[in-house]
């Protein structure tokens, strides 16, 4: 079985790019991991679905990846790697061999896992596909945080009744007046991401003023 050594992840059950990764996320030390390649086929599927692997070799990874740790002999339970030679990615398991989150790496190491890579002899990776992801990669997280906000600050206007703000906020933004309320709020939701600066701004001087 091949190792890398010396490593952070950062998993989650969404996949994260290394750039969008928060300094709250509880990101981890790799002291040794095991690491497998495999076809495009299967990293994609990996990435995009939700997998489970057959029990022999959930069992070959069990307790095999272990943590820089005060404490001795700390270990995933079961994780590992998976590259197709171009990309690189950290699953975990659980006890039914279904993978449960997932990881990228830091950049510099990306490119280090890879370059020693294509000397991995392929290895057929035996599971089965399950239901797919949710991905979206035109956004990121910042951005995905950013208009949860909003649309937060949106729904606290409207349930409080302060029409006059959003009757504002949507003819600073529409350029003309609308008194139907409800039309006003559906459209401002509609829009968060076309008008999300204006909004952020708009809202944060709300907030101040009150």
Known sequence: MNYIYDIFLNF???LYDFFDWNSNDNMIHIKKIPIYR?????????????IKIEKNRLEEIENKTELFSRLKNTSLK???????TEDVL?????RQGNSVQRSKLLIDEDIEVLECSSRYKLVNIRYTSKKAL??????TRRQRNVDQIIFKELSKL??????ETLE??????F??????INIVYSKLKKCIKKYNKQMTTFLDLISQNN
């Open 12 to 14: 989650n059950t969404e």
């Open 38 to 50: 495999v076809s495009t086929k299967v990293l994609n599927d990996m990435r995009l679905r939700q």
């Open 78 to 84: 079961y994780a590992a790697l998976f590259t197709d």
């Open 90 to 94: 950290a699953l975990t398991f659980d």
């Open 134 to 139: 949710h991905i979206n990669d035109l956004e």
């Open 158 to 163: 409207y349930k409080s009744k302060n029409y």
């Open 168 to 173: 504002y906020l949507y003819y600073e933004l």
């Open 175 to 180: 350029n003309q007046k609308e008194r139907n």
